[in-house]
């Protein structure tokens, strides 16, 4: 359910029956959605509300909180040069997500990224693995749990 | 042929290995691994490229050589500590990157900045864009073979280093500009430096011109070079100049100013032929309205403060913190636990010499930032490398690559 305070914006209302929470901060509009709606919300953002561009795709990690990680879609409309923030929540025990890879070409490398650092897998993916860190590396390094300082770090 | 970008499409031809050896009449591609330490790519970007005879097949871009780990620092150091990291993200454009990490977090801190420092922030950014496209042309020409042009460019980027060192004391990792405004005061005399660069830079720019833009050796490599359509460009998630050029007026200046850029004078040069010089002359049209945009900035300078009025955030003034007691209170706090930002979230994006850059600041309310993400221009545009460049010849790789003007600092992180 939205907040009362997005009740007269037309991009909240056009994704209402997604989105399970929202808000506007600093005139900036987040919509949060279940990972199960993810590829729908953004389906919807980019063919019916003309958010065509994708700028980036990211994580944050929320531990010990659960769902523990976000993954965080920032979407620009060309038309109105509106933008637009996607989130969706996943579990720590099984991170997986939807690829969003079928309706931005771009999110290849951005979801790559995300599962470098986070670990958080793309279901249907076309070239999951590692971006930025060597194949062989061990763990995901901006989860909070890793370990900044001792012998091998 | 289905095109994907990645490595194994580069070991799928390995595999054929033994039938192409036993049967002579077999057509059969090569492999061509093209960096990370080849000269035009520009740092340590590694290509590889699936070859039959001259023409490319197939392009696989690795990047990661440069990853330091940024992101993972940004939140181990107190918000104000965080602004030196930015300057060696990209490091062609410095002053961008403080720029969008000082933005974001007097986004979230609520924080008016003063109209001087803003309008220098503005005019300093601009110096960036110069020096980065400076940069660009130079090695951009050396690349194609023309040695000269490197020697001029460089020339007039010593003036630009020399006037950020004026500033900032330092000429390429400025960090000048702090959470709350500037770091110093402008120096005395600065507004002569200035006048005398953008007084005589046109004239400057005229003379690349005149060594490139008729220049058949310099047209024939890169006119009808370096197609790739405006669909695949914004699918691809490519932004500035690039998109620019093939006619889409896209820039964050204009369509959400920052900084007081609303109150600037300038146009945003675009092209619709899409092509590698059609990049090349929008970038030369983008240095003369930075010009433009720096003189209205030196004749309009605003006065006042160089910093919001801020106590708990902004350092207090030297000789005030040496004769009274409250700012040396607030001056020890500052440098020594940092600030709280209050919980919350933005994305602050600018528009730096590359493109689109954007900065995701997550705070929990702490000192140190919570999360920090960076969508860099360069990682975004090099995404589109193999559609660039796959299909057409070998020898305008370096021609395309060069086009796109990435920065690997920007692209690894």
């Known amino acids: 359910m939205l907040p009362e305070s997005l009740s007269d914006n037309s991009t909240a209302a056009a994704l209402a029956d997604l989105a399970t929470t929202g808000k506007l901060t600093f005139g900036e509009l987040t919509l949060e959605v279940a990972p199960s709606d993810i590829v729908a919300a953004l389906d919807r953002a980019k063919h019916k509300l003309g958010f065509t561009r994708l700028s980036t795709v990211t994580g944050v990690d929320r531990f010990p909180v659960e769902p523990r990680y976000e993954v965080v879609y920032h979407l620009q409309s060309l038309a109105t040069k509106e933008r637009l923030r996607l989130k969706a929540r996943v579990p720590g025990d099984n991170p997986e997500i939807e690829s969003a890879c079928p309706i931005f070409r771009s999110a290849n490398w951005y979801e790559r990224e995300v599962f470098d650092f986070f670990g958080i897998r793309f279901l249907n ?8 860190l060597p194949e062989e590396f061990e763990g995901h390094p901006l989860r909070k749990d890793f370990p900044v300082t001792g012998a091998r770090y | 042929m289905p095109i994907e970008p990645g490595v194994t499409s580069a070991l799928d031809v390995e595999k054929d290995y033994e039938k192409h050896i036993k049967d002579p009449k077999a057509h059969r591609t090569m492999v061509l691994n093209m960096g990370p330490q080849h000269p035009s790519t520009h740092g340590v970007l590694r290509l590889l490229l ?9 392009a696989a871009p690795d990047i990661g050589f440069l990853h330091t780990g940024i992101e993972k620092e940004f939140e181990a150091k107190t918000y104000q500590q965080g602004v030196t990291l930015t300057d060696r993200i990209d490091y062609l454009a410095p002053l961008s990157n403080n720029l969008v990490y000082c933005l974001a977090a007097e986004k979230l801190l609520g924080l008016e900045i003063p109209p001087l420092a803003q309008w220098m922030r503005v005019m300093l950014a601009e110096f960036t864009r110069l020096n980065s496209h400076l940069v660009w042309l130079a090695t951009h020409a050396i690349d194609i073979g023309a040695m000269s042009v490197f020697l001029y460019c ?53 003379q690349y011109e005149e060594l490139l833009t008729g220049n058949s050796i310099w047209m024939g490599r890169t006119k009808g070079v370096g197609y790739i359509s405006l669909e695949d460009m914004l699918d691809l998630g490519v932004t500035g100049p690039m998109l620019r050029a093939a006619g889409l007026a896209l820039d964050v200046r204009k369509d959400a100013p920052y900084s007081s850029y ?93 493109g689109e850059v954007g900065c995701y600041m997550v705070s929990d309310g702490t000192q140190k930032p919570y999360r920090v993400h960076w969508r860099g221009p360069s990682f975004g545009n090099l995404q589109a490398i193999p559609r660039l460049i796959e299909g057409t010849l070998i020898a305008d790789v370096i021609a395309a690559l060069g086009s796109m003007d990435f920065v690997l600092g920007d692209t690894d992180r």
């Open chain 1, 125 to 132: 993916h076309p070239d999951l693995k590692r971006i930025m």
């Open chain 2, 50 to 58: 699936e070859l039959d005879g001259e023409t490319i097949l197939k």
């Open chain 2, 154 to 206: 460089f020339r007039e980027r010593e003036d630009i280093l020399r006037i950020f060192e004026m500033f900032s004391g330092q000429r390429m990792m400025t960090s000048y500009f702090r959470i709350g405004g500037l770091a110093l005061e402008p120096p005395r005399g600065w507004q002569k430096r200035v006048k005398d660069f953008i007084d005589v830079f046109p004239s400057r720019i005229d």
């Open chain 2, 262 to 354: 609303e109150k600037f004078d300038f146009k945003v040069p675009t092209s619709t032929v899409n092509d590698v010089f059609a990049r090349y002359q929008v970038r030369l049209e983008e240095m003369r309205e930075s010009t433009k945009i720096i003189r209205q900035a030196l004749e309009g300078m605003p006065s006042g403060p160089h910093q919001a009025d801020a106590p708990g955030i902004v350092l207090p003034e030297r000789e005030k913190m040496k004769t009274q007691m409250e700012s040396l209170i607030y001056h020890f706090k500052i440098v020594t636990e940092g600030f709280r930002v209050p919980e919350g979230e933005v994305y602050q994006v600018i528009e730096s010499p590359r």
